[in-house]
Antibody, heavy 118, light 108 residues
Framework: EIHLVESGGGLVQPGGSLRLSCSAS????????MHWVRQPPGKGLEFVSS????????SYTDSVKGRFTISRDNSQNTLYLQMSSLRLEDTAVYYC???????????WGQGTLVTVSS | EIVLTQSPGTLSLSPGERATLSCRAS???????FAWYQQKPGQAPRLLIY???TRAAGIPDRFSGSGSGTDFTLTISRLDPEDFAVYYC?????????FGQGTKVEIK
């Protein structure tokens, strides 16, 4: 059974930093594209970032470019999202998601809540 | 950038009825990169349909997807009480992943 467990969320002040982690099991992590998708409270889904299986290719939504960095450790089956210069509008539940082809989002974690507030 | 517009915003139906959800793209998109998700309150989304019409593993056959070009449809043939949820369409193209704003299917 596939498990994706996010951690690292919490309350942070505007301008602060946070690192999210996603521990994966139950599938061939090194062969999958991995994504972060977020959902602000009461709102819809938004793609945040994607990382190819070999970690060579990254994608980011425009609003986080230059502030967020996605990375992975294939030896530890773990995905990361380093978030800096956080803004109020970054407040959301952040989901870790896997994808064999990269085109759609297959298995989702339960999410970790990031709250940016002063 | 492609914009996906879902309609209606809310669909009020009774169990056993047929639900038809629409997703319109702002320009023609690749059918192989179109998907639908279901999200229940307090839960993570779940992949229902990918490649426009292929059901994901474990998805009941009352769910079906169709469409091409700019118009895509998710149909639930007979609503089960567990189907009342929010549904999102999604497209991938040119390293951009886009979601629609969602359609809520509620109990009438």
């Amino acid at each position: 059974e596939i498990h994706l467990v996010e951690s690292g969320g919490g309350l942070v002040q505007p301008g602060g930093s946070l690192r999210l982690s996603c521990s994966a099991s139950g599938f061939g992590f090194p062969t999958y594209v991995m994504h972060w998708v977020r959902q602000p409270p009461g709102k819809g889904l938004e793609f945040v970032s994607s990382l190819s299986s070999n970690a060579y290719t990254t994608s980011y939504t425009d609003s986080v470019k230059g502030r967020f960095t996605i990375s992975r450790d294939n030896s530890q089956n773990t995905l990361y999202l380093q978030m800096s210069s956080l803004r109020l509008e970054d407040t959301a539940v952040y989901y870790c998601v896997n994808s064999r082809t990269g085109r759609y989002f297959e298995s989702w974690g339960q999410g970790t809540l990031v709250t940016v507030s002063s | 950038e492609i914009v996906l517009t879902q309609s209606p915003g809310t669909l009020s139906l009774s169990p056993g009825e047929r639900a038809t959800l629409s997703c319109r793209a702002s320009q023609s998109v690749t059918s192989s990169s179109f998907a639908w998700y279901q999200q229940k309150p307090g839960q993570a989304p779940r992949l229902l349909i990918y490649g426009t019409s292929t059901r994901a593993a474990g998805i009941p056959d009352r769910f079906s997807g169709s469409g091409s070009g700019t118009d895509f449809t998710l149909t639930i043939s007979r609503l089960d009480p567990e189907d009342f949820a929010v549904y999102y369409c999604q497209h991938y193209g040119n390293s951009l992943w886009t979601f629609g704003q969602g359609t809520k299917v509620e109990i009438k």
